[in-house]
T-cell receptor, first 116, second 112 residues
Framework: NAGVMQNPRHLVRRRGQEARLRCSPMKGHSHVYWYRQLPEEGLKFMVYLQKENIIDESGMPKERFSAEFPKEGPSILRIQQVVRGDSAAYFC??????????????FGQGTRLTVV | GESVGLHLPTLSVQEGDNSIINCAYSNSASDYFIWYKQESGKGPQFIIDIRSNMDKRQGQRVTVLLNKTVKHLSLQIAATQPGDSAVYFCAEGKNRDDKIIFGKGTRLHILP
């Protein structure tokens, strides 16, 4: 049973381009969480999704950022018109149920986005 | 701002000794606390968790202590090994809210 798979592992984009980060949850997991991590910082919550639904996007910037988790396929975090401040590691986690209700959230290896 | 913080950014421990990593939190409404280990270039790895109605929980070589009176959480690692070198994050959350809020992390160095 493969863990949470994120790709690409490293992504370089020029300012103004779009970045698409993909997350395939663990098999059978229907809950996905996205976090952003700056160097030497903790992870900051961005968005929580279930299949075809955004449950909590309180950590998402109001502009340029969007996330989806379609019925089929991976969850996508999309950043439009990237700026240098978007450079960070983006982690995805998945869980079988609600992560704080007796289940663990398993994290992927992250995508490191560099905006040049 | 963050409701979870850490006392020390870096901790150096002799191999074989016990490590104690501390964490302070400010949200008394948190129901659930988690410790994660993050190695360089990897995602956070779940270590152990504890609910707010508990004071202590033990795992394999790790113990988490929760002091709600002073809003303090600690992770004790017994007989620290080189493989324990990593950044350790405490995190918290509420049962009605699925966000896990992370602190800034403590880097654990193992001295030979």
């Amino acid at each position: 049973n493969a863990g949470v798979m994120q790709n690409p592992r490293h992504l370089v984009r020029r300012r103004g381009q779009e970045a698409r980060l993909r997350c395939s949850p663990m098999k059978g997991h229907s809950h996905v969480y996205w976090y952003r991590q700056l160097p030497e910082e903790g992870l900051k919550f961005m968005v929580y999704l279930q299949k075809e639904n955004i449950i909590d996007e309180s950590g998402m910037p109001k502009e340029r950022f969007s996330a989806e988790f379609p019925k089929e396929g991976p969850s996508i975090l999309r950043i439009q018109q990237v700026v240098r401040g978007d450079s960070a590691a983006y982690f995805c986690a998945s869980s079988l149920g609600q992560a704080l209700l007796n289940t663990e959230a398993f994290f992927g290896q992250g995508t490191r986005l560099t905006v040049v | 701002g963050e409701s979870v913080g850490l006392h020390l950014p870096t901790l150096s421990v002799q191999e074989g000794d016990n490590s104690i990593i501390n964490c302070a939190y400010s949200n008394s409404a948190s129901d659930y606390f988690i410790w994660y280990k993050q190695e360089s270039g990897k995602g956070p790895q779940f270590i152990i968790d504890i609910r707010s109605n508990m004071d202590k929980r033990q795992g394999q070589r790790v113990t988490v202590l929760l002091n709600k009176t002073v809003k303090h959480l600690s992770l004790q690692i017994a007989a620290t090994q080189p493989g324990d070198s990593a950044v350790y994050f405490c995190a918290e959350g509420k049962n009605r809210d699925d966000k896990i809020i992370f602190g800034k992390g403590t880097r654990l160095h193992i001295l030979p």
